[in-house]
């Protein structure tokens, strides 16, 4: 596609359960990203990917929070025993080269959760 | 590290009043100078960027001059109009490292 998807775009789920939310970043981006927006607030940095890997892991919240990458393109971010907390928007973004800081990021619409 | 800083929102503005949004950063070396919009209900998409010191983004009557002395990205427009409300962030992009982001300044602009 031209721009960044993500999957699904409305989750809503039961306490304690596990979701898998995707992202498609745009073709030829190396550079993947995933943040959190609560309502009304800012953007919560939680991992990056540069290809398949992912160096800084820090802004994940908790241990129930993972992601990975594949091939260089499709990213999951899973969350497991989902808490009332982790409802959020959560939003992908993909940037052609972490190494060349000029380029922008594209976001994705973001998928929206919510934890009963 | 990389940081950004931003006024603290929101701001309420009357139609046809000049804006400033202001936002200062620390990073080393050379990074790039972001500013993002957010409409309502509506994803993050660039407004303009600048990507060494001096240069000015530019975009939709928005300005933004990258200065390196005072480590500074302030957003400026002449005449805001009630369709330029919505959040909007600062941000910065170094080499090798993760976006950095403002906390975010929401317009109102009034009617």
């Known amino acids: 596609g031209a721009g960044v998807s993500q999957s699904p775009s409305n989750k809503v789920t039961e306490k304690g359960k596990d979701v898998e939310l995707r992202c498609d970043p745009i073709?030829?981006?190396?550079?993947l990203y995933w943040y959190r927006q609560s309502l009304g607030q800012g953007l919560e940095f939680l991992i990056y990917?540069?290809?398949?890997?992912?160096?800084?892991k820090s802004g994940l919240p908790s241990d129930r929070f993972s992601a990975e990458r594949t091939g260089g393109s499709v990213s999951t971010l899973t969350i497991q025993r989902t808490q009332q907390e982790d409802s959020a928007v959560y939003l992908c973004a993909s940037s052609l080269n972490l190494l060349s800081p000029s380029d922008e990021q594209f976001f994705g619409p973001g998928t929206r959760l919510t934890v009963l | 590290g990389n940081s950004v800083t931003q006024m603290e929102g929101p701001v309420t503005l009357s139609e046809e009043a000049f804006l400033t949004i202001n936002c200062t950063y620390t990073a080393t070396g050379y990074p790039s100078l972001f500013w993002y919009v957010q409409y309502p209900g509506e994803g993050l998409q660039l407004l303009l960027k600048?990507?060494?010191?001096?240069d000015k983004g530019s975009n939709k009557g928005f300005e933004a001059t990258y200065r390196k002395e005072t480590t500074s990205f302030h957003l400026e427009k002449g005449s805001v109009q009630v369709s330029d409300s919505a959040v909007y962030f600062c941000a910065l992009s170094n080499y090798g490292q993760n976006f950095v982001f403002g906390p975010g300044t929401r317009l109102s602009v009034l009617p």
């Open positions: 600048a990507t060494k010191a001096d």
């Open positions: 073709s030829g981006h190396t550079a």
């Open positions: 990917f540069q290809g398949n890997s992912a160096p800084d």
